[in-house]
């Protein structure tokens, strides 16, 4: 049997979530499909050490502010499970968890969303499954041939599990900086931090809130027609957050550069010589996980869907939310995405019904 509605939204982390909120304020019939079977999205599959960049009151969806998470100044992965877990309570949202999209197709004036529960028939779709469901990892050289144990950053969830262990991580990101400081921080592993090139390190009183003010002034900037600013990107790669700090301070946290290849038992480094290695971490960044929308024929370059804002230009029902800036600056963050989704909900609360 085919469901009706006005709107199905494929996601049901931050972005769905936000979306969810907008729709509910718009009176539309809608329902979240989520691959999950628990409330939460990416946030709860985090590794232990995570904390967010901002505080509670500056990391918040539309309509609900974090509650402060007692003893801490920047809540943990676990705390934003539970707000997102409130949140879609407080605002009565119809999330289906534990529902996987496995396809969006055109049906004259609606979409058809095909999903493992059935198929939904929408007048419009808002796609906010994220990246963290497809990580990317890069195609090095030997990577085929290193004996022990390879994991993306997905993959991680705290040092211990590599006590005594040799552990290379690869990244010059936020997660490759966070991650080598959580394991640089435990007295039994031995790690080596390796970047492409010297990594960025924002200044100390950088945090979530500033990232967001710079992202926000970009956006008005190239608006209004103004230079580019540059945004996030020029000021560093890396939130020193108390952690990356604590290492970095302690002289734990010097990269090096990137290995030619890998060994057997390590790497080799561009000088021949070699370093043994019992584990590779490869914090190596994500792709947006967006094989449901491949029968609409839309991918552009480096697979995105090529938009105006949130909308796919060659396809005028569909959105995309939450993918990172070029769905919306800063839209793949608590705070930012607020922004986008009402937009989107605005633009398709408009169209023809």
């Known amino acids: ?44 599959h985090m590794w232990d050490s995570l904390h967010l960049f901002s505080p509670a009151e500056h990391s918040s969806l539309p309509g609900r502010l974090m509650p402060v998470q007692a003893g801490e100044s920047y809540p943990d992965a676990g705390h934003v499970v539970d707000y997102l877990t409130d949140y879609e309570k407080r605002y009565d949202l119809p999330v289906q968890h534990g529902t996987r999209v496995d396809a969006v197709r055109r049906d004259g004036d609606r979409l058809l969303v095909e999903a493992d529960s059935g198929t939904w028939r929408a007048r419009a779709v808002i ?27 997905v993959g991680y969830r705290r040092s211990a599990d ?49 990232l967001f003010d710079v992202a926000t002034a970009r956006r008005r900037a190239l608006e209004e027609g103004r230079p580019d600013t540059g945004g996030v990107a020029s000021l560093g790669d890396i939130v020193a957050v108390p952690p990356v700090r604590a290492a970095r301070d302690a002289g734990l946290l010097n990269a090096k550069p990137m290995f030619s290849r890998l060994t057997a038992d390590g790497v080799q480094w561009a000088d021949g010589s070699r370093s043994g290695a019992d584990a ?74």
Do not use: K
Not at 164 to 170: A, G, K, L, N, T
Not at 181 to 193: K, Q, R, S
């Open 280 to 353: 590779i971490v490869w914090c190596t960044g994500f792709r947006p996980a967006l094989a449901h929308l491949a029968p609409l024929n839309l991918r552009g370059p480096r697979g995105h869907v090529p938009t105006d804002g949130t909308r796919a230009l060659d396809e005028p029902r569909l959105r995309l939310l939450g993918y990172g800036d070029w769905t919306g600056p800063a839209s793949a963050t608590l705070i930012g995405v607020g922004r986008p989704a009402r937009e989107a909900v605005g633009q398709i609360h408009a169209l023809p019904a």
């Open 162 to 210: 590599f006590a005594r262990q040799r552990v290379i991580v690869v990244g010059g990101g936020n997660s490759g900086a966070q991650i080598a400081a959580d394991l640089a921080l435990y007295d039994h592993v031995e790690v080596t931090w390796v970047t492409r090139r010297p990594p960025r390190f924002l200044p100390d009183d950088i945090d979530g809130r500033a």
């Open 1 to 44: 049997m085919t469901r009706r509605v006005d709107v199905v939204v494929v996601g049901g982390g931050q972005a769905g979530l936000a979306a969810g909120y907008h729709l509910r304020r718009r009176y539309l019939d809608f329902v979240i499909l989520d691959a999950d079977a628990a409330p939460g999205g990416s946030w709860q």
């Open 127 to 153: 796609s906010a499954t994220g990246s963290w469901s497809r990580p990317f990892l890069p195609a090095a050289a030997g990577r085929g041939v290193f004996a022990g144990r390879q994991l993306h950053t």
